[in-house]
């Protein structure tokens, strides 16, 4: 902290919270020269607030004793003691949680400190304040503002109020606006005395968003879903596909130490701060701005962000996306390589990041999972996609489907739209499309898509295809350069859209949020409507085909792919084609089929079966043929996601070709976890992890990690030795509790045979 005379020239820092740091010996100060920074302190950089003081050890110290002011002649008044109140404010700011030291503050809302002097005020004597963020504060910015310490409150910006004078101690109260940027904050002191001016540093406090706080955007009046979309450190992300719905849990850690100072940096290091600093910080009050940058940030491309993307089921030099259990790990990792992309993510790992970093904020946050997700590239609110005619998927269009997708929601007032659009917004850091030239994505409206309002700001159209698209299959003969549309699905995009409960590891469907019950009136006239505002003047249907043969009519067969028994990774696959003659006339059918290793997003990875097959139906007859995937040869391609996608192709003579599909999943062998006594704070305690190879073949580079917020420092690694065939595993580990509640322990367990397995652990903490 610095204290300037008039004159300009001696400089003193004062250091009330961290009280171990040691006061700098004061020479040369009529030479103008550079006093070192006091330990502790980095040097001002250029990235705004990240310059702000950040000690590497810390204690919750909130007084500071000063000996005396360099430059000040006797008798002037000068401050000898500051009390920030940590503990205190803290607690009365929701702060209390957060591992790091710092003071950390939710605008809007008062914080109390108070000043020791080395005498009384007297007559003609004044105090005010200054706090400043960023690295060009201005108050035409209101980055920067001057404010006298009064007996009264000045509601909607920067106040400091007197509450009370006991001898030389003032304790004042410190209140920002509602609106203020977020961030690292400098508290300055001004002492007019006996005709001359001094400013002192008086320290540094972060200040957060505000959900408890009716006058600020991102208010959220409901408690139970305030702890949960703020304060629950942990959770659990939905994944898999519509017959087959997984959960993993995840660790968001928004609280751990130093997470919160990563955070900060992450807007320090964006595009738009690069571009124009003091405007970026002058934003950063405005929560749907600042979500917008983060869907940018979280994601790599661009902007050297947080999180390298890859789908392709080879993840050299990094991590396979399954790995992960966290968001804790990920960004120190990226803190720790000098802020390089962490390789690697998928849609999961860019959403559970992203809600890290929003919780840590104070903006409410949930994570969103869509199956059956629409990927439409060209704004027409359909997706085509295609086989050829032995059944083979082809990639063919730059459409596609995923399995699922998972986004976020962030809550917050829409003040650009109107108030009936206020509330869940979202925001997705999946680099997917371009929006404004840069991989970002919303804020968008859950509402607005409800209602097709697809004009609205921002990437409304992407979203809505997303979960409304139509899908239409189509049969690509590349000999003849003919395809055929096969169907046209209004019903199966968007699906199961769903979210973790509040309070609970159930699962919460919100698709009724983002549309209208599929095959209902209003749905279509949404869809219809939305069309009309994207494409006014165009037809419908794909655009792609060089020669494009018309719908015909009603085939008379139809099938599905039945599962027959178990699903389980290293067992045959048995599955069986149900096909039915819906005719009172015989029919002679062509199948075929095949089966591709495929990644959740539809990547493909490898053909691992085919089979062709002519089948004779009686009238009105239905057979089912048996269709069988061995593990040997599977088993080489099936990437982390399990993931085999089934496809047949049948051919009644001069009828349209009927396409039947479907994507299985296979279980991983189960991983469990189990807590071996009851769990107290700061006092260690046993996990025994339990796991049996199931194949006929040992398993080796067994690697398990292990980590939950509230109960581990960091992660922990464990080298599992190789198990022999069908072997059984017991790795016990200690975990040191640092808090009490419900915690989440969250495990991931790798090998050669089974990249990831997932289990989690709720963990009762006693004080």
Known sequence: MSWMSSAGQASWYLLPVFLNAVLPAVSNMGKGKRIPEPPGIPPASSSGAAAAPRPQTQTRQQRHHVEGVPGATHGELKPQDVNWQTTANRREHHTDVYSSQELILRRGQPFTFSLTFNRSLRSGESLGFITSTGPYPSESARTKTVFPLSSGTNGGSWDAQLLSQRDNTLTVSISSPANAPIGWYTLDLQISSQGRGFTLKLGTFILLFNPWLQADGVFMSNHAEREEYVLEDAGAIFVGSTNRIGMVGWNFGQFEGD??????????????????????????????????????????????????????????????????????????????????????????????????????????????TNFNSAHDTDRNLSVDVYYDPMGNPLDKSSDSVWNFHVWNEAWFVRNDLGSSYNGWQVLDATPQERSQGVFQCGPASVRGIREGDVNLDFDMPFIFAEVNADRITWIFDERRNIQKKNSSDTNTIGRYISTKAVGSYSRMDVTEKYKYPEGSKQERQIYDKALGKLKPNSAFGATSASDTEGEEREPSISGIFKVMGVLAVGKEVNLALMLKNRTRDMKTVTVNMTAWTIVYNGTLVHEVWKDSVTITLDPEEEIQHPVKITYAQYEKYLKADNMIRTTAVCQASDETAVLVERDIILDNPTLTLELLDQAHVRRPVNVQMLFSNPLDEPVKDCVLMVEGSGLLLGSLKIDVPTLRPKERSRVRFEIMPTRSGTKQLVADFSCNKFPAIKAMLSVDVAE
């Open 259 to 368: 997470i919160l100072n990563i955070c900060l940096s992450i807007l320090d290091r964006s595009l738009n701060f690069r571009r124009d600093a003091a405007t970026d910080v002058a934003r950063r009050g405005d929560p749907k701005y600042v979500g917008r940058v983060l869907s940018a940030m979280v994601n790599s491309n661009d902007d050297n962000g947080v999180i390298a993307g890859n789908w392709s089921g080879n993840y050299p030099g990094g991590r396979d996306p399954r790995n992960w259990n966290g968001s804790v790990e990920i960004l120190k990792e990226w803190k720790k390589s000098g802020f390089q992309p962490v390789r690697y993510g998928q849609c999961w790992v860019f959403a559970g990041t992203l809600n890290t970093v929003l919780r840590a904020f104070g903006i409410p946050s949930r994570v969103i």
